[in-house]
């Protein structure tokens, strides 16, 4: 099971909205609705963002929004903080009862 | 509130094994699967597994098929993931990671373990 594909980096200024992408095949995002979003801070384990695509756990903040096209899911920040930096990645369930995670991009505030 | 605590830190020589348990409290460790993710320094997330602690039942990454057992003892609520004939790119921190349940998704994690393969 190849990792999920995301870009490297991300950069936004304070304010700004930044997407996400996360690439996988019709075997994972594309044939499941079980997408997920995680934040993860230097040396901190990573928290829940989006659950199910579009879905936010409860106390994680209404500037985070998931969507998915096809094969492409992806994350949104709106009005971007500086304490929104930090590495996101990206989860699926897939068609052989597996998880796979994506490479990882790294948000910077500007 | 839910809690994993996973054991210490390990330095293991190649070819060797390492254990690394994570005790769960603050909710029916029966009811909730657990999975295994491993982050390489300075790398992305990697998921190895996941456990049934109330069956016992296991479901592995294909790659760790051959080298990973994951355990679970019911009456300490604990469960355990042991690598086997561990080599330097084993090196990472491991996670337990509580499987959201109804939500495919990993909605608690542990603090993490570091497993460093040096020799």
């Known amino acids: 099971q190849s990792a999920l594909t995301q870009p490297a980096s991300v950069s936004g200024s304070p304010g700004q909205s930044i997407a996400i992408s996360c690439t996988g095949t019709?075997?994972?995002?594309?044939?499941?609705?079980?997408v997920s979003w995680y934040q993860q801070h230097p040396g901190k384990t990573p928290k829940l963002m989006i659950y199910?695509?579009?879905n936010r756990p409860s106390g994680v903040s209404n500037r985070f929004s998931g969507s998915k096209s096809g094969n492409t899911a992806s994350l949104t920040i709106s009005g971007l903080q500086a304490e929104d930096e930090a590495d996101y990645y990206c989860?699926?369930?897939?068609?052989?009862?597996?998880?796979?995670f994506g490479t990882g991009t790294k948000v910077t505030v500007l | 509130q839910v809690q994993l605590v996973q054991s210490g830190a390990e330095v293991k020589k190649p070819g060797a094994s390492v254990k690394v348990s994570c005790k769960a409290s603050?909710?029916?460790?029966?009811?909730?699967?657990m999975h295994w993710v491993r982050q390489a320094p300075g790398q992305g997330l990697e998921w190895m597994g996941i456990?049934?602690?109330?069956?016992?039942?296991?479901k592995y990454a294909q790659k760790f098929q051959d080298r990973v057992t994951m355990t679970r003892d019911t009456s300490t609520s604990t469960i355990y993931m042991e690598l086997s004939s561990l080599r330097s790119e084993d090196t990472a921190v491991y996670y337990c990671?509580?499987?959201?349940?109804?939500?495919?998704?990993?909605?608690?994690w542990g603090q993490g373990t570091l497993v460093t393969v040096f020799s």
């Open positions: 990671a509580r499987d959201g349940g109804s939500f495919y998704v990993f909605d608690s």
């Open positions: 603050g909710y029916t460790f029966t009811s909730y699967y």
């Open positions: 456990m049934n602690p109330g069956g016992g039942s296991t």
């Open positions: 019709s075997s994972d995002v594309g044939a499941y609705y079980y």
């Open positions: 199910d695509v579009s």
């Open positions: 989860s699926s369930y897939t068609s052989s009862s597996t998880y796979v």
